[in-house]
Each structure stands twice: as structure tokens, then as C-alpha cells.
């Protein structure tokens, strides 16, 4: 009997338990940011100025009922508009955010389209946000700005590790019929490397991006004038691309091998690695080739990126000429124990095949 009146009193001990009020807080926020209207709220943007602060937006912070650490995104959208594809213009966790004149050019062109050399509206708002809460927004103000032809095409653009130049990039325009595009490849032999890319013109400009850090995939990044520096996780081999005409980046990491029916087991379906040469910025590879065609490849894919010879839509003179082309047509060798080379080392790249010794 004991026994069932022990059962019966535990029963009773957590359904009172149960029925027991739990005390805490939901997060509510008591007041949304409130964005102040600059005292000047027309620009005239210019190339001169670029790297200039073109404004300074503030706000007053948002109040929630605890005491909790308050993230703000800050978004910019044309004149009219919803929001619903806007351009960040930063996160903090700070009462304001400093704009420069680059900046605010490539929200209006770019993002948003806007006529060049013309007056145009555009409008801004800041939203708080405490961890996985949804934004909650501020008014919306507006500023008008006259907007100047975004491209920047420096002299030159480097890779950076601090002030160590790692790679100088090629400007492409005239081989790939393209405004503002750069390109070079790269050796990082350290995790955790810190690279920034910067023009060597008389206005040197440091990229970096708001981001989180890449592995050894393709990843294109959104380019920001103040973002922070790019951090390379892994060891490797790395195209860098950029195009300074909408200001991104695609960074690749690659490990070169050959492929083809002059290529063992001579029928397409298997690359054979090449080795890279850390001292001579060379991939080579000794292979007993028939003869036949072959390409290069990296990551034994064809896409996003392959190496071939020979006509190109608009670049119909590179036919055999030593000069990889990208999607090129499939090179052709003689029968023989051969030693292939890639040189991606500077632009224009090149490749050769001979007789091993």
C-alpha cells in the first residue's frame, strides 16, 4: 500500500510542477532605430573624390525590453522602391556608418541602374536586429547624388598580404573584349592568409569584401572599397578574376591535369595530374602520348573552366600558337614519351610539349 501511495505522491509532485508558471522574458523591442536626416542630402559624386566620405549616416539605437547586443544592416534602394532586392551598405554594431563617394557611385549605378552624370534619388533606411530576431526598420530617408561612369581601371592591380605584393594581375580587356577585367594566378602556401587587391595608380584603392572566407571552390564575392581583407583557408593554387566593372571577384582553386584520347587510356574519361613547380610557377607532366588530341582541365571538370588551342569566337588568329585558350580547340600532338608544360605564371599564359630525355 506504501508503495502506490509513494507512486501516487510523485505523480502529483510533477503535475504541480508541471502547472508551475515558468518566468522569462520574450525579446520585444520598445522602439525601432530612429534615421537622421543629414544635414546636406544632395552630392555631386566624382572620380576625384572617390575615396572621400561622401556622408556619415546616424541613428538613434533601438530600445528592447533586456538588455541585448544590437546589430545593424543599413539599405539603400531607388527612389520608390520596396526593398526587396537592396543594396547593403554595411552592418554594424555601432549609431552610424560612413559612406564613401566610391561607394555610394556603385549602389546607384550598379546595383540600382541609375543614369550616369544624372541627378538621381535614391532612398535609405536601417534596420536592428538581435540574433536571429527579424529586422525591425527605421522611417526611410532620402538623398540625391549626380553619379559619374563607374568603371575603374587602375594601371595595375596586385594581390596584397599586407604590403607583400604576392601576384600582379593582368588587365584582359584586350584578349577577352571586356571593360575592367583582371586576372592572374597564384600560389598561397599558408592557411589563414590575409590578401587584399590593390591598384597601383596614382589613386590606389584597397578591395577587400564582405564575406565569409573561401575554400578551395569557385566562389565570386561583391567587391566593397572598406570591406575586409580576404582570407584564404586552405593551401593551393588560385586563379583570382575580377572584374572592376561591377566589382566582384571569382577565385578559383585549381590542380592542373591533362586529358584526351592522346592522353592515357586515350579516350577522354580520365585526366593525368600534373605536378606543380613551386620555384619555376610551372605544371608539368612526362606522359607517353598517342597521337591525337588532348586538353588541359582543372579539378578534373570541364566547367567552369578548360584549356584548349585554337579558334575562339572573336579571336580566330590564336590557332595553335602556344596560348591557352579557355573552351579552346582540342590540341593536337604527336605519338612519343612527352614532357607537357603550363605556364600560368604571367599573361599571356602558355604551354609547350616535347620529347622527354
Not at 5 to 34: N, R
Request: overall charge negative; charged content about 20%; hydrophobic content about 35%.
Amino acid at each position: 500500500m506504501k508503495k502506490y501511495i509513494f507512486i501516487l505522491t510523485f505523480i502529483g509532485l510533477l503535475f504541480f510542477f508541471a502547472c508551475e508558471k515558468t518566468d522569462f522574458q520574450v525579446l520585444e523591442i520598445k522602439q525601432v532605430p530612429v534615421l537622421y536626416q543629414p544635414t546636406v542630402n544632395n552630392f555631386v559624386l566624382t572620380n576625384e573624390t572617390s575615396e572621400d566620405t561622401i556622408v556619415v549616416l546616424k541613428w538613434e539605437e533601438a530600445e528592447y525590453n533586456v538588455a541585448t547586443e544590437v546589430t545593424y544592416t543599413i539599405e539603400m534602394d531607388a527612389a520608390g522602391g520596396d526593398f526587396s532586392s537592396p543594396a547593403v551598405m554595411g552592418t554594424t554594431s555601432t549609431d552610424s556608418l560612413a559612406v564613401t563617394v566610391f561607394n555610394f557611385n556603385k549602389y546607384m549605378t550598379l546595383d540600382f541602374g541609375l543614369p550616369i552624370g544624372t541627378e538621381s534619388q535614391v532612398d535609405i533606411r536601417v534596420g536592428a536586429q538581435c540574433g536571429e530576431s527579424e529586422l525591425s526598420y527605421s522611417d526611410i530617408i532620402s538623398l540625391s547624388a549626380t553619379t559619374y561612369d563607374p568603371p575603374y581601371t587602375p594601371d595595375s592591380l596586385f594581390i596584397m598580404s599586407g604590403d607583400t605584393k604576392l601576384k600582379s594581375l593582368a588587365l584582359l580587356d584586350d584578349y577577352l573584349d571586356e571593360d575592367g577585367i583582371y586576372e592572374g594566378y597564384v600560389w598561397l602556401g599558408s592557411g589563414n592568409l590575409s590578401v587584399t587587391l590593390k591598384g597601383g595608380d596614382e589613386q590606389a584603392r584597397v578591395f577587400g569584401y564582405v564575406s565569409d572566407s573561401y575554400n578551395d571552390q569557385v566562389t565570386t564575392y561583391d567587391l566593397d572599397q572598406t570591406g575586409d581583407p580576404i582570407t584564404v583557408d586552405s593551401i593551393g593554387y588560385y586563379r583570382f578574376r575580377v572584374n572592376l566593372y561591377d566589382l566582384s571577384l571569382e577565385v578559383m582553386g585549381t590542380h592542373w591535369g591533362v586529358i584526351g584520347s592522346a592522353i592515357p587510356p586515350y579516350d577522354w574519361s580520365v585526366d593525368i595530374d600534373m605536378a606543380y613547380d613551386q620555384v619555376n610557377d610551372l605544371w608539368t607532366v612526362q606522359v607517353t602520348t598517342e597521337a591525337a588530341n588532348f586538353k588541359f582541365r582543372p579539378n578534373d571538370t570541364w566547367d567552369p573552366l578548360n584549356y584548349g588551342d585554337g579558334p575562339v569566337s572573336g579571336h580566330e588568329e590564336y590557332v595553335f600558337d602556344g596560348i591557352p585558350d579557355e573552351y579552346g580547340a582540342d590540341i593536337p600532338i604527336d605519338a612519343g614519351d612527352k614532357i607537357i608544360t603550363l605556364d600560368l605564371s604571367e599573361f599571356p599564359y602558355s604551354y609547350s610539349e616535347g620529347n622527354a630525355k
